[in-house]
């Protein structure tokens, strides 16, 4: 299985530079969570909100105050 790096993009001349934020309409659909420092992790809120574990990046991208 090959390993796709989705951050290629952002490397410029070997260093990574800021992955920009991106903004979303708030919606009636929006869930809140508590983040717990040491336990809570975005591959197990993705699972739970998008039954899948693969974005919690973009969690991250949507939440950048946090991030």
């Not at 090959?2 to 990574?16: I, L």
């Not at 973009?58 to 946090?66: E, W």
């Amino acid at each position: 299985m090959s390993y796709y790096d989705r951050y290629t993009e952002f490397v410029v001349n070997g260093d990574y530079i800021m992955v920009p934020s991106i903004t979303l309409d708030i919606k009636s659909s929006d869930r809140e969570t508590v983040y717990k420092v040491g336990k809570t992790r975005m591959d197990k809120l993705s699972q739970k909100y998008y039954d899948t574990p693969y974005y919690g990046w973009l969690i991250m991208q949507a939440n950048p105050q946090y991030g």
